[in-house]
């Protein structure tokens, strides 16, 4: 075999040996965090174009081992000759892109590439649940309202082992996702867990094609208005003002916003949300790049909105512009925050268009709250948290909804924010007091009770 190599073709080959390490070591992928975590800034892809030889060479990583692996790899691998060349650049640049250790930086190769795409629209096909990996296959952790999923009796909480007898545990969450989702209009056969019941269960679920809106309001507990928002993309800006309009109109005195399982999406929907609650020209979120020249402050562009009591529920999987908007509601002391901590997503990601039409997507900022906060991976805490129970699961009930209409009877009462914080951790302290008190006792009386019996 010739050792003449043009520059392309060492790039190829390069670090073969270490990407297929890297990526059997630690290729799981998130898939739903693919769709929301993705663009909190809407950029066009950079078209790359760079000498990654003489990138090596300036850190001391001599090009001549592209050549040295390549050469064991095609001489001794038992079916070089079957392997298809573009699956080697793919597993290459997949391996590339893994060893940086962040999770949120990605590589799609071109099928993936289009499949992607496809999710930017909001115009799914599939069962519509919300899922992640779990150690036996993928857990259902949110079913949108109107979802085949729901309506084949599918509930949050439950495990997919299996989709179409194809085992699920072994697969990244991209493939597990794909083995479920695809086509609308057919069956798709689900063997499932459910932690309570000691039988495994099936399911049939026809796939559908929803275009789903972003955003649900209504009016709950008599004078709140309730709006829910499933995801920060372009057309969420117009159905929140339509939603924020028909508030005013009705004069309602108190606001709900509900933000669980909202993984993100843009930047600029967050900033024209927050716009309505903050008062113009103050900080809404700060960036900071590799260079800090690029940082960058967003501002209020103006409050048009009367000021009425909010609060905003979140939950582990409130991520990005998500955190964004319930980050600068709390700082300014704005909204209240219930339930659980958020995910803890706190950088940006940018596309990278390679000459295949396959893309990178790279961490290159991370973001910071109005009081300079940063947070990542450990989200952002709850002013009053509630737990969900086994039970709530079985009966699909909301509490952390529930006690939230009860939280703004308490926020509507007091007009203050901290009043009502201190209030329900007092009441906290109350309740665990009692139940100390009760544990105590019980002992006590069964201590009693046993020596009584001697």
Request: hydrophobic fraction near 40%.
């Given at each position: 075999?010739?050792?003449?190599?043009?520059?392309?073709?060492?790039?190829?080959?390069?670090?073969?040996?270490?990407?297929?390490?890297?990526?059997?070591?630690?290729?799981?992928?998130?898939?739903?965090?693919?769709?929301?975590?993705?663009?909190?800034?809407?950029?066009?892809?950079?078209?790359?174009?760079?000498?990654?030889?003489?990138?090596?060479?300036?850190?001391?990583?001599?090009?001549?081992?592209?050549?040295?692996?390549?050469?064991?790899?095609?001489?001794?691998?038992?079916?070089?000759?079957?392997?298809?060349?573009?699956?080697?650049?793919?597993?290459?640049?997949?391996?590339?892109?893994?060893?940086?250790?962040?999770?949120?930086?990605?590589?799609?190769?071109?099928?993936?590439?289009?499949?992607?795409?496809?999710?930017?629209?909001?115009?799914?096909?599939?069962?519509?649940?919300?899922?992640?990996?779990?150690?036996?296959?993928?857990?259902?952790?949110?079913?949108?309202?109107?979802?085949?999923?729901?309506?084949?009796?599918?509930?949050?909480?439950?495990?997919?082992?299996?989709?179409?007898?194809?085992?699920?545990?072994?697969?990244?969450?991209?493939?597990?996702?794909?083995?479920?989702?695809?086509?609308a209009g057919t069956v798709v056969s689900l063997e499932i867990i459910r932690p309570w019941e000691k039988e495994v269960i099936r399911k049939e679920v026809i796939r559908k094609k929803i275009n789903i809106p972003s955003v649900d309001s209504k009016i709950i507990d008599?004078?709140?208005?309730?709006?829910?928002?499933?995801?920060?993309?372009?057309?969420?800006?117009?159905?929140?003002?339509?939603?924020?309009?028909?508030?005013?109109?009705?004069?309602?005195?108190?606001?709900?916003?509900?933000?669980?399982?909202?993984?993100?999406?843009?930047?600029?929907?967050?900033?024209?949300?927050?716009?309505?609650?903050?008062?113009?020209?103050?900080?809404?979120?700060?960036?900071?790049?590799?260079?800090?020249?690029?940082?960058?402050?967003?501002?209020?562009?103006?409050?048009?909105?009367?000021?009425?009591?909010?609060?905003?529920?979140?939950?582990?999987?409130?991520?990005?512009?998500?955190?964004?908007?319930?980050?600068?509601?709390?700082?300014?002391?704005?909204?209240?925050?219930?339930?659980?901590?958020?995910?803890?997503?706190?950088?940006?990601?940018?596309?990278?268009?390679?000459?295949?039409?396959?893309?990178?997507?790279?961490?290159?900022?991370?973001?910071?709250?109005?009081l300079d906060h940063w947070i990542d991976w450990i989200g952002i805490n709850p002013d009053i948290e509630i737990k969900f129970t086994k039970e709530d699961y079985e009966k699909n009930f909301d509490r952390q909804l529930d006690e939230a209409k009860k939280i703004m009877?308490?926020?509507?009462?007091?007009?203050?924010?901290?009043a009502t914080i201190d209030f329900y951790n007092n009441l906290k302290k109350d309740e665990e007091s009692k139940k100390l008190w009760d544990i105590t006792n019980s002992g006590a009386s069964l201590t009693w009770a046993t020596n009584k019996a001697k």
């Open positions: 075999m010739t050792k003449t190599f043009t520059k392309q073709f060492a790039i190829v080959i390069f670090l073969i040996l270490f990407s297929f390490l890297c990526w059997f070591i630690s290729g799981k992928w998130e898939y739903f965090n693919y769709v929301l975590n993705t663009y909190l800034e809407k950029k066009e892809p950079v078209q790359v174009d760079s000498g990654l030889t003489q990138i090596l060479k300036e850190n001391g990583i001599k090009p001549e081992l592209l050549n040295e692996a390549y050469d064991i790899i095609s001489k001794n691998y038992y079916s070089f000759s079957n392997t298809p060349k573009s699956d080697l650049i793919s597993w290459m640049i997949k391996g590339l892109v893994t060893s940086l250790g962040d999770k949120h930086s990605e590589y799609f190769n071109l099928d993936e590439t289009k499949k992607f795409n496809e999710t930017l629209s909001w115009d799914f096909e599939g069962i519509w649940a919300v899922i992640q990996k779990s150690d036996f296959g993928v857990v259902v952790e949110r079913l949108i309202a109107w979802a085949p999923a729901k309506e084949a009796g599918i509930l949050s909480g439950d495990i997919i082992i299996k989709a179409n007898d194809i085992e699920l545990k072994n697969l990244s969450l991209f493939d597990a996702v794909n083995k479920i989702k695809w086509p008599k004078n709140t208005w309730y709006i829910m928002l499933s995801i920060f993309w372009e057309k969420t800006w117009d159905e929140f003002k339509k939603a924020l309009d028909e508030l005013n109109s009705k004069k309602i005195n108190s606001l709900i916003i509900d933000l669980r399982d909202n993984g993100g999406g843009y930047l600029e929907t967050a900033v024209s949300i927050l716009s309505n609650f903050v008062e113009k020209e103050k900080v809404l979120v700060t960036t900071k790049e590799k260079n800090p020249l690029n940082n960058k402050s967003y501002f209020s562009y103006g409050n048009s909105n009367p000021k009425i009591p909010i609060i905003i529920l979140v939950n582990g999987n409130s991520a990005s512009a998500s955190e964004i908007t319930a980050g600068a509601l709390k700082d300014y002391n704005i909204a209240l925050v219930v339930w659980e901590k958020t995910y803890g997503k706190w950088s940006v990601q940018e596309p990278f268009i390679l000459s295949d039409g396959s893309e990178m997507k790279i961490t290159i900022a991370k973001w910071f709250t109005p009877s308490k926020l509507l009462e007091t007009k203050n924010i901290k």
